[in-house]
């Protein structure tokens, strides 16, 4: 069986919700994966043509007065196997983050200890935003019971808030150090 990118694997599991229109996609990866997983506008539409190509999905468009033509894309057979043989591999590597503050900090013996505490101060406020994102996401889909795919959903949101909420932690620690530690420059 042929290999795609995980941009195409991405929207194959897309089409597997009710989001069935590019732009219906491109909001579903607004509100949910682009928090572990991003996908450009500029990715989709070539991808669906290829899905499409490819015979892994077909597309109905349908006429709107005074708008441009709706394109709604469906999994075909093919589309599901494919998709399913991808789910039942196993992960290539572990992801690697690439993490600014980390990467300011490891040099950072070459600026002042205030910046520093500024950096990790900035950096854990917009965790704790990122935080208070994650619980606002969780209500919505707890509330709005979306099927079967909840349940793994809320599985990704739960690793989400569990990496967030270490994160903060680590900031804490880091920034007790800092704040106690004499000679840092």
């Known amino acids: ?15 597997t919700t009710e989001c069935k229109s590019g732009y219906a996609i491109k909001q579903l990866i607004d509100q949910s994966l682009n928090h572990f997983w991003k996908i450009s506008y500029g990715q989709i539409y070539p991808t669906l043509k ?3 190509e490819e015979g892994l999905a077909t597309v109905d468009t349908s006429t709107q007065e005074g708008k441009p033509d709706r394109k709604e894309y469906y999994l075909t057979s093919k589309g599901i196997d494919v998709l399913k043989s991808w789910l039942e591999q196993p992960i290539e590597q572990i992801p690697i983050e690439r ?3 980390l990467l300011k900090l490891f040099f950072g013996r070459h600026q002042r200890k205030e910046h520093s505490i ?3 101060n900035d950096y854990k406020q917009k965790l704790e935003t ?3 994102t994650y619980k ?13 795919d909840s349940q793994y959903w809320l599985f990704t949101l739960d690793f989400g ?3 967030t909420q270490a994160a903060i932690e680590w900031c804490n620690s880091t920034l007790k150090q800092l704040e106690n530690k004499e000679e840092l420059k």
């Open 99 to 101: 993490n600014e503050v």
């Open 136 to 148: 606002s996401i969780e209500q919505v889909i707890t509330t709005h019971n979306r099927g079967e």
């Open 1 to 15: 069986m042929k290999n795609y990118n995980h941009t195409t694997y991405a929207i194959l599991g897309i089409l």
């Open 161 to 163: 808030k569990r990496m």
């Open 50 to 52: 290829l899905i499409v």
């Open 130 to 132: 990122r935080y208070q």
């Open 118 to 120: 500024l950096l990790l």
